[in-house]
């Protein structure tokens, strides 16, 4: 959103091909939105980042081996409004290549100024890809990974970009063993890049510096285990691991060259998402467990950070028969009232004799539950849900995304046949509406 603009991400298949891209409207009229300006880039979406008055937007466009090797495969883009939209290829000087073995196709990367919209947008490419992105004000990074035939295991290239220009500028390139788990595996503080990445037998920590050399490692995370969340804060980093319990580690990263564990927490499940809660918290959203591995249950556990050395857990929140959706977008801070939203889904189950088959699912909830964190304790404000029965009269909900708009809270599903969004008060949890978007 800029003085009244609202940006719209948009994925389709133009001319025969994969396109990703955003439409600008003018919603400032507060009628109808006014479509203002259409952009597109070939290829399918990685991410995107608004930054300031512009739109960072990376796609990746892949070139077939059934492809001729000509201009052909050279990308385009397109920018135009309601009358049309002007199509072009990306220009020689605009194309950057990186050390990569095999590249199979481009790294599209384009800035858009939704201030100006007179401005042409500007784009550059870079032989290869991408998968995960991280992003400041002024640098954005783009990981990809391979699997080495050579060396027998997965190797990740680290990219830079400098945004600060009219144009993105392609900076440095670095390749470490392993790959990474999602965007919150990367970040930059004070001028070196931090990466958290899982290898076959164990896990690490690289530290980078602005040419994206390797400059300090921690090593040998955690054998047998695998990252199941990352967050870094400052000179701190996080790591969760998992194999039968959890054990978070504490990461003191204050200086480059010389990273080092300093405390470790073990507790049964793991968390897949963390989220800093104040100056010494840490909110993890995740799974419940014993001693011997998972126990199906959904778990929200409080963690207190700030003895390094020594973390603890000092609240839970738990669903048995459930699972908290730790995909990070669907996790919602509600700044009004220091609230979060987080959507789940559980089951009920029935009894039954039939064979090898004792018990059967007899209805499915899908819920959000709205929580704060006050006085060291996970405190459960309102569980705002739909529950319906498995016995095929009625299709269950999944709620992906939470969302909310004054004193209404929306769940809405596009994981279902029917995609839905199902609203509730906010305040005493009261099911509003119910209506579908799509059908397939």
Known sequence: MSDGRLCVGMSCIRNG????????YDISGGSAPVLKKVFMQDGASVSSRAVGDSFILVSQSVVYDSESIDDSVIPEVAAGGTDGLKSEKISAGSIAVADADSPTGFLIVSKIDTKDLTSEPSTTALLGGGTDIYCTDST????????DDKYKKHISKLMSFDITGEAPEFKASGEFAGSILNTFSIDEYNGYVRVAAQLDEHSCVYVFDGSLKVVGKVDKIAPGESIRAVRFSGGTGYVVTFYQTDPLFVLDLTEPTAPVIVGELKIPGFSSYLHPVGENLLLGIGTGGTEEGTDGSAKLSLFDVSDPKTPKEIDTLILKNAD????????????????????????QYKTVNEGFVHETVSSQTAGILRVAVENGRIVQRNDYSVTKAADGSAEGYQFSRAAFVGDTVYGIDCWSTNGRVVSFDKTTGEKLSDFIYHSY
């Open 17 to 24: 091909k994969r396109q990703t891209g955003i439409a600008i």
């Open 140 to 147: 954005l990074y783009v990981c990809s990974g391979r699997w």
């Open 324 to 347: 908290f959706n730790t995909e990070y977008k669907a996790f919602v801070t509600d700044a009004s009232d220091n609230t979060f939203l987080v959507p789940y889904d559980r089951w």
